[in-house]
């Protein structure tokens, strides 16, 4: 039978060689985990407790994909990159909607996106693994960047009250 997870393909993006290389105790690794931080702090800001949820889940998933199972076909690299696509489409839009209502406090989120996924696209693209470390774990920072900027606004939106 066919593993759930290989329905959209093989589901690795590093060879399985460079897990010699991998320090999980390193920027690279702490990227991922960072994740469950920014939803964290932007629940202390007042964003809804959904955010929290999903970054927790996304830390987890992309933890288990970048570090525990890197270079291995498996179904968190599936997961990871479900959460992605729903995290990007739920933040990016949500911000793009708050610029079109003329929010100044949610464009500063814009500018750390863009960065975020030209390190994402530059990082698919790296041919050793110290190259894709660093362009992987400055996607995950820049992408949270945005992401505190996004739910430090959306806290303070929901401190005014329903608009």
């Known amino acids: 039978p066919l593993p759930w997870w290989r329905v959209v393909g093989p589901e690795t993006r590093c060879p399985l060689a460079w897990r010699k290389e991998l ?5 690279y690794a702490a990227s991922s985990l960072t994740f469950a ?19 927790a889940l ?3 998933a992309s933890w288990q994909a970048d570090v525990t199972y890197l270079g291995v076909d498996h179904g968190w690299r599936t997961l990871d990159t479900a959460l992605a696509v729903v995290m990007i489409a739920r933040y990016l839009g949500l911000a793009a909607a708050r610029v079109l209502e003329r929010s100044a406090a ?4 814009l500018p750390p996106f863009l960065i975020s996924l ?20 400055r996607w995950h920072f ?11 606004a959306e806290g303070a939106r929901g401190a005014e009250g329903p608009r």
């Open 23 to 27: 320090e999980r105790q390193s920027w």
């Open 106 to 109: 949610h464009a500063l989120a």
């Open 37 to 55: 931080v920014a939803g964290g702090v932007g629940a202390l800001w007042g964003a809804p407790p959904r955010d929290f949820s999903l970054l």
């Open 118 to 137: 030209a390190c994402f696209v530059r990082s698919q693209r790296a041919t050793t693994f110290r190259k894709r470390a660093g362009l992987h774990a």
């Open 142 to 152: 820049w992408l949270q960047a945005a992401l505190l900027a996004l739910l430090r």
């Open 58 to 60: 996304v830390a987890l």
